[in-house]
């Protein structure tokens, strides 16, 4: 409408007046990924908070996200429009807890999905996204990899590697809804889609899938297959991304629940705000940046 349209203008305006970019997942509101200018999944958006030369990045997604670009980019400013969007899976892993873990399995790589806290990511080895996980583990020399925090990944990792997984207990509320029944049902609605799945679904919904993969991936996957329709199991914004680069194939969206809360938090009007203001600022300690910046490096040099 005509008032979103006005928000997006000044959006516009201010973004060149402050020399700042905006950076967006693929979750976030069609209209944010309208004036984004990068939207991608997770690996792809910390290689731009990493060659940007913004003064300022506004990151539409949630917490961990822009704590990395933070980490990637410590001398620009990072803006997170709303300040409580954080991955409820990154905050089911803590240190204390994974120090624990590393003192049970001394001869263990620590691989940690982006996904976690900075202060997490600072007591790990390398870290991964859903586009590099396998490749990632694989450039590993140990053979027992603490994979953390999502157990599903892990059940993932699993099958994939010859790896010894040791699994963490936390997993993602939107994906681990999607149930095998859901696809089951949008299959026998579309009986010659094929089912294309994040590895963060379940290990049921994961084991009906013709391809696992992440955000990114899922878009490649349907450009090169010669399927006409994809069930999709991921969450649902998504589909702005899917529909404008295959705008002649159709995706389903096998249930309601697909919808990643503190993803939707950030709202245009939020976006217009954090630019105008300059705020909410997002910040790391530089204790935990010197580490953490290790573990993101060496998964962004992993080929
Ligand atoms: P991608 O890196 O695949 O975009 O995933 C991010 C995320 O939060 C998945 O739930
Ligand atoms: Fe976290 Fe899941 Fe939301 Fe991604 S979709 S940000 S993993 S809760």
Redesign the pocket.
């Given at each position: 409408n005509s008032n979103v349209k006005s928000i997006q203008e000044e959006i516009h305006r201010l973004k060149k007046e402050k020399n700042a970019i905006i950076l967006g997942h693929f979750?976030q509101r069609p209209e944010i990924q309208e004036v984004a200018d990068f939207v991608g999944d997770s690996f792809g958006l910390s290689q731009q908070a990493q060659q940007t030369d913004a003064d300022v990045i506004v990151f539409c997604g949630?917490h961990f996200m822009a704590e990395s670009a933070k980490i990637l980019s410590p001398d620009k400013k990072v803006i997170l429009p709303e300040p409580e969007a954080g991955?409820?899976?990154?905050d089911m892993a803590d240190v204390k807890q994974l120090k624990e873990m590393k003192k049970q399995h001394p001869d263990a790589a620590v691989v940690a999905y982006v996904?976690t806290t900075a202060a997490v990511k600072a007591h790990a080895d390398v870290c991964c996204t859903s586009a590099n996980v396998l490749k990632v583990v694989q450039s590993l020399p140990q053979e027992k990899i603490i994979y953390l925090p999502d157990r599903n990944m892990a059940d993932y990792l699993a099958k994939k590697t010859d790896k010894t997984i040791i699994r963490w207990p936390g997993y993602?509320?939107?994906?681990n809804w999607l149930t095998a029944d859901d696809v089951k049902k949008a299959k026998e609605e579309h009986p010659d889609a094929k089912i294309v799945v994040h590895p963060?679904c379940s290990d049921e919904v994961v084991s009906m899938a013709d391809k696992v993969t992440g955000t990114s991936g899922i878009i490649k996957y349907a450009g090169e297959s010669d399927a006409k329709t994809f069930i999709v199991g991921t969450?649902m914004g998504l589909n702005a991304a899917l529909k404008k680069e295959h705008p002649n194939k159709s995706f389903v969206f096998p249930s309601k629940k697909l919808i990643?809360a503190?993803?939707k938090a950030n709202t245009i009007e939020k976006v217009y705000e954090s630019l105008k203001t300059l705020s909410p600022e997002v910040f790391v300690s530089e204790e935990i940046r010197i580490s953490a910046i290790k573990a993101l490096d060496k998964m962004l040099q992993v080929k």
């Amino acid at each position: 409408n005509s008032n979103v349209k006005s928000i997006q203008e000044e959006i516009h305006r201010l973004k060149k007046e402050k020399n700042a970019i905006i950076l967006g997942h693929f979750y976030q509101r069609p209209e944010i990924q309208e004036v984004a200018d990068f939207v991608g999944d997770s690996f792809g958006l910390s290689q731009q908070a990493q060659q940007t030369d913004a003064d300022v990045i506004v990151f539409c997604g949630v917490h961990f996200m822009a704590e990395s670009a933070k980490i990637l980019s410590p001398d620009k400013k990072v803006i997170l429009p709303e300040p409580e969007a954080g991955c409820p899976m990154a905050d089911m892993a803590d240190v204390k807890q994974l120090k624990e873990m590393k003192k049970q399995h001394p001869d263990a790589a620590v691989v940690a999905y982006v996904n976690t806290t900075a202060a997490v990511k600072a007591h790990a080895d390398v870290c991964c996204t859903s586009a590099n996980v396998l490749k990632v583990v694989q450039s590993l020399p140990q053979e027992k990899i603490i994979y953390l925090p999502d157990r599903n990944m892990a059940d993932y990792l699993a099958k994939k590697t010859d790896k010894t997984i040791i699994r963490w207990p936390g997993y993602c509320y939107t994906h681990n809804w999607l149930t095998a029944d859901d696809v089951k049902k949008a299959k026998e609605e579309h009986p010659d889609a094929k089912i294309v799945v994040h590895p963060e679904c379940s290990d049921e919904v994961v084991s009906m899938a013709d391809k696992v993969t992440g955000t990114s991936g899922i878009i490649k996957y349907a450009g090169e297959s010669d399927a006409k329709t994809f069930i999709v199991g991921t969450e649902m914004g998504l589909n702005a991304a899917l529909k404008k680069e295959h705008p002649n194939k159709s995706f389903v969206f096998p249930s309601k629940k697909l919808i990643c809360a503190q993803m939707k938090a950030n709202t245009i009007e939020k976006v217009y705000e954090s630019l105008k203001t300059l705020s909410p600022e997002v910040f790391v300690s530089e204790e935990i940046r010197i580490s953490a910046i290790k573990a993101l490096d060496k998964m962004l040099q992993v080929k």
